[in-house]
C-alpha cells in the first residue's frame, strides 16, 4: 500500500509535466513557432513539488536536489512573462515557500538526515553519481533557458533547451532503467518524442496540424490552442 502511494505522487508529478509539454507542443504546433506558454511553468511548479515529495519517498537524492535547483527558475519565468504579480499574493507566498518549508520539515521533524539518501542500499554510490549527473545535465537545460531568456528579457524556449532536453532525458532514461523506477521510465520514453518535435518547428518544419483538413479537429485544436496563454 505504502509503495502505491508513493508511485501515485510519482505518476502524478510526471502527468502533470507532460500536461505541461503537451500544452507547449499544442500551442507552438497550432502558432507554428516554439512558444513557452504561462500554462507550462504553471503547470511545472505543480509538478515539481509532486516530484520533489516522491523524490523524498523514494530517498532518492537526485531527484531532490533536481528538483531544488529547478524550482525557482519556474517563478522566473513567470516573472518574465508578467504572469507572477498577477496571482493573489497569498498564493505565491505559499507557492515561494513550498520547497524550503517541506524541506525544513523533513530534515528537523523526521528522522531523515543527508546519510538516508547518501547510504540508501537500493540506490548504490555510483549509480546515485550518475543519477545526480543525469538531473544536473537535464536542469540545466532551464539554466540556459533562464540565462538565454533574461538576455532576452523575455521567457523563450531556445533550440538548446530541446536538445539538453533530449541529452539529459536520455541519460536519466537509462538512470530509470537501473533504479528500476517506473515513474522516471515512463516520464523519460514519452517526452522525447515532443523534444525532437519542437527542434523540428525551430527547423521551420511545417506544423503537423496544417495537414489536418478535418473541420471539427481544426476547429477543436484553435479552440484548445486559445485557451493556454
Not at 529547478?70 to 498564493?91: C, G
Amino acid at each position: 500500500m505504502e509503495y502505491i502511494l508513493i508511485y501515485g505522487i510519482g505518476f502524478l508529478a510526471q502527468i502533470l509535466f507532460f500536461a505541461r509539454t503537451i500544452a507547449q507542443w499544442v500551442k507552438s504546433e497550432h502558432e507554428g513557432r516554439v512558444i513557452s506558454p504561462n500554462l507550462f511553468w504553471q503547470i511545472s511548479l505543480a509538478g515539481s513539488v509532486c516530484m520533489l515529495i516522491y523524490g523524498i519517498l523514494r530517498d532518492d537524492a537526485a531527484i531532490v536536489i533536481g528538483q531544488m535547483l529547478v524550482y525557482f527558475i519556474y517563478i522566473r519565468n513567470l516573472q518574465l512573462k508578467n504572469a507572477w504579480n498577477t496571482m493573489p499574493l497569498i498564493l505565491r507566498i505559499v507557492i515561494f515557500l513550498t520547497p524550503p518549508v517541506i524541506l525544513f520539515f523533513l530534515f528537523t521533524q523526521t528522522d531523515y538526515t543527508i546519510d538516508t539518501f547518501l547510504k540508501n542500499e537500493d540506490n548504490p554510490l555510483f549509480l546515485m553519481i550518475w543519477g545526480i549527473a543525469a538531473q544536473i545535465v537535464f536542469i540545466s537545460r532551464f539554466f540556459y533557458q533562464w540565462l538565454y531568456s533574461e538576455n532576452r528579457n523575455e521567457s523563450l524556449l531556445p533550440m538548446g533547451f530541446w536538445i539538453i532536453s533530449i541529452i539529459g532525458s536520455s541519460m536519466n532514461f537509462t538512470y530509470a532503467i537501473f533504479r528500476l523506477d517506473p515513474v522516471l521510465f515512463a516520464a523519460h520514453t514519452l517526452s522525447m518524442v515532443i523534444y525532437l518535435r519542437n527542434i523540428l518547428i525551430l527547423l521551420n518544419k511545417k506544423s503537423l496540424f496544417s495537414k489536418i483538413n478535418i473541420p471539427f479537429v481544426n476547429r477543436l485544436i484553435h479552440t484548445i490552442s486559445k485557451r493556454i496563454k
